[in-house]
């Protein structure tokens, strides 16, 4: 029988590392919205759970960091987030409020006119506008990520023209959100400390491969 190859077992390792290590920083990182998930229903406590969902975008951030510095060569993680979240969290916190913003107005918007004879023509129109957010702010971290030094309003831009001229990376990354947040809400222990990382991975892939028409050679963005 051939033997595997040690750089076989290197990468494994490698792959094992990065997963439970950003999963880890994660679930330190998001404590508060997780604390809140689980002790509290979710229905009546939205509102806290929006403001602690702002922060997370900040994680969220910092493990695309981390995701960009483990394809450079780096195999540490739990230096890296720490580092990427230094150097990215007054961007991601900003659009991370951003987002979270449009996305909480439009469903409340939606709950409340879905009743009324107006909600037929308006909640498709938020639904849209949400799921737009979400999209520019998942492209919006990556590029953070790339080049934290870049103007918020031209990140804002250059994600929301991207993401809807790439729809279908778009697609794809929203349906791994959207997956990755059924998981949390049944499961948050399980949705942030084993799946995180492997979803995050996907969407930094999709939006990194979105935002390349606007990376200069360098590895910045535009």
């Known amino acids: ?33 997780i604390a809140l998930l689980v002790t509290t229903d979710p229905s009546l406590s939205w509102p806290l759970l929006a403001l602690a969902a702002v922060p997370a975008g900040c994680g969220i951030c910092a493990a695309f960091g981390v995701f960009r510095s483990h394809s450079g060569g780096d195999p540490s993680v739990l230096r890296a ?47 849209v506008i949400a799921l737009l957010a979400v999209a520019t702010g998942a492209v919006g971290l990556v590029a953070i990520a790339e080049s934290p030094a870049s103007r918020l309003r031209d990140v804002v831009r250059i994600s929301l023209l991207l993401a809807v001229r790439r729809w279908p990376l778009t697609v794809l990354s929203l349906v791994v959100v959207g997956v990755q947040a059924a998981v949390v809400s049944a499961a948050p222990a399980c949705g942030l400390g084993l799946t995180a990382a492997a979803c995050l991975y996907i969407v930094w892939a999709g939006g990194r491969h979105t935002l390349q028409p606007a990376l200069r050679p360098a590895g910045e963005a535009a």
């Open 81 to 127: 987030f720490l580092r990427q979240l230094r150097a990215t969290w007054r961007p991601a916190l900003a659009l991370s409020a951003i987002v979270v913003a449009v996305v909480t107005v439009a469903a409340v918007d939606v709950f409340v006119l879905v009743p009324t004879g107006a909600g037929a023509v308006v909640a498709p129109l938020l639904v």
């Open 1 to 33: 029988m051939k033997r595997i190859p040690h750089g076989v077992y290197a990468t494994l390792f490698g792959a094992a590392h990065l997963v439970l290590g950003t999963n880890v920083a994660l679930a330190v990182w998001c404590l508060p919205f």
